[in-house]
């Protein structure tokens, strides 16, 4: 194993040993990212509306 290698093994081994990262997600994390997304959906949906809309008015200029 390589020198690079090693050391990440250890720095897991120590991490597991500490208890440190259980990889729980807590629900204020997920609200949030869910809320993000749902905005990010919201907007996108917008602009696809906004530009079907005005499609047809803009392509006759």
Request: no cysteine.
């Amino acid at each position: 194993m390589s020198g690079a290698g090693q050391w990440l093994r250890g720095r897991i081994d120590q991490g597991r040993a500490r208890n440190d990262d259980r990889g729980d997600i807590s629900i204020t994390t997920v609200i949030i990212w869910a809320a993000a997304v749902l905005g990010a959906l919201l907007i996108a949906g917008t602009i696809g509306v906004v530009i079907s809309k005005y499609n047809g008015i803009l392509s006759g200029i």
